[in-house]
């Protein structure tokens, strides 16, 4: 079962939760950093976030290549923690990948809609700033998976 982090939640300036998507059973869990932190310590994977060598939680840029994500700042706004100069209002996390005829990428999206999108949606979306984890453009300009993304031989 795989855990992957969707959204901040924040109360006025102060941080309530996070939102994290559960792979087996397809659903948006909430979870208080305290609960994040102990998951991590007994080694159980939340895809987006690490610990740093003080017990503090922060976004796992190296590994699952968490670069941003949305912060829920009410019932319906979500803004993005690193603010940037793309016009990034929806970020996507990708979730897994099905190999077939023609591989198509399942993506989540800060609004929990979950979604197949083809490589080349993929790749634009790697491009302007779109893709919060789970892939990235290596050197060479292709798409790398990380790991913790579910790869199947099937297509969807």
């Known amino acids: 079962m795989a855990k992957y982090l969707i959204n901040r ?3 006025g300036k102060r941080t309530v939760g996070y939102e994290v998507y559960i792979s087996e059973t397809k659903e948006i869990m909430g979870y208080t950093e305290k609960q994040i932190k102990d ?4 080694q159980e994977r939340v895809y987006g976030f690490t610990l740093d060598a003080g017990g503090s939680l922060q976004l796992d840029e190296k590994g699952f290549h968490t670069c941003n994500i949305m912060v829920k700042t009410g019932i319906n706004g979500l803004r993005p923690l690193v603010l940037s100069s793309s016009a990034v209002y929806m970020i996507y996390v990708l ?3 099905h190999k077939g005829k023609e591989t ?3 993506v989540v999206n800060s609004r929990f809609a ?3 999108i083809s490589e080349s949606r993929l790749k634009a979306l790697l491009e302007f700033g779109g893709i919060c984890g ?4 290596d050197g060479k300009g292709k798409i790398a998976i990380c790991e913790g993304v579910e790869v199947t031989e099937e297509s969807v």
Request: net charge neutral; hydrophobic share 45%; no cysteine.
């Open 104 to 106: 198509v990428y399942e």
């Open 134 to 137: 789970g892939a990235y453009l």
């Open 39 to 42: 998951m991590l310590r007994s």
């Open 95 to 97: 979730v897994g990948v």
């Open 114 to 116: 979950r979604t197949n």
């Open 9 to 11: 939640v924040d109360l």
